[in-house]
């Protein structure tokens, strides 16, 4: 059964500050893996997606990257915003392509 | 419509009392899921449809939980004699291909 784990678990930082947060996964076979924002009260939205045959992905300050065979995924946030303040969540797709499991979470603040 | 619509979006029930939440995927959309998150933890999978068939229902926490898409379109799950720890965020998702998924806003049930 595949488990994911999200370090840290909660993060506060001052505005401007580049990040990273990580996730690890125990099976690498997975199809995918995703990266999605969570804000209080609201559903997910995806960030990225990295395809398993993939590196990395980028979308504007956003930088996700995957080492499969380490299980192993982080995401980079760079010069942090107040607006970035949310909860992100890791999720590898299963080769199935019908499981998506996802970490705890990391839970950021970004002070002005 | 442009998302995957659920509703109620809350809902306070009695323990003992039945529920239902309603998930209308976005149209055409083979894959559906649904999730279950509790406060300040990550989504847990409940169960998973191609269709109309229901092809993994691993994650149902109990035989008080049933889910069903009988058109292959609108999903309904349904929670039946709800406890207390029934209460938590229900999340449906859908997917034409495992590349993205999206996520409702989610039902927020409240049992008391």
């Known amino acids: 059964k595949q488990e994911v784990t999200q370090i840290p678990a909660a993060l506060s930082v001052p505005e401007g500050e580049n990040l990273v947060l990580n996730c690890s996964f125990t099976d690498s076979a997975i199809y995918n893996l995703q990266w999605f924002r969570q804000d209080p009260g609201k559903g997910l939205t995806s960030l990225l997606l990295i395809q398993s045959s993939q590196r990395e992905q980028t979308s504007g300050r956003l930088n996700a990257s995957l080492d499969k065979s380490s299980g192993r995924s982080t995401l980079y946030i760079a010069a942090s915003q107040p607006g970035d303040s949310a909860t992100y969540l890791c999720?590898?797709?299963?080769?199935?392509?019908?499981?998506?499991?996802f970490g705890g979470g990391t839970r950021l603040m970004v002070k002005p | 419509g442009a998302g995957v619509s659920q509703s109620p979006r809350y809902k306070v029930a009695k323990r003992g009392q039945d529920v239902a939440l309603r998930c209308d995927p976005i149209s055409g959309h083979v894959s559906l899921f649904w999730y279950q998150q509790a406060l300040g933890q990550g989504p847990e999978f409940l169960t998973y449809?191609?269709?109309?068939?229901?092809?993994?229902k691993s994650g149902l926490p109990s035989d008080r939980f049933f889910a069903e898409r009988p058109e292959g379109s609108v999903s309904t799950l349904k929670i039946q004699r709800t406890q207390q720890e029934d209460s938590a965020v229900y999340l449906c998702?859908?997917?034409?291909?495992?590349?993205?998924?999206?996520f409702g806003e989610g039902s927020w049930l409240t049992v008391v």
């Open positions: 998702a859908s997917t034409p291909d495992s590349y993205t998924i999206y």
């Open positions: 449809f191609q269709n109309e068939a229901q092809l993994d």
């Open positions: 999720a590898p797709f299963n080769n199935a392509g019908n499981m998506l499991t």
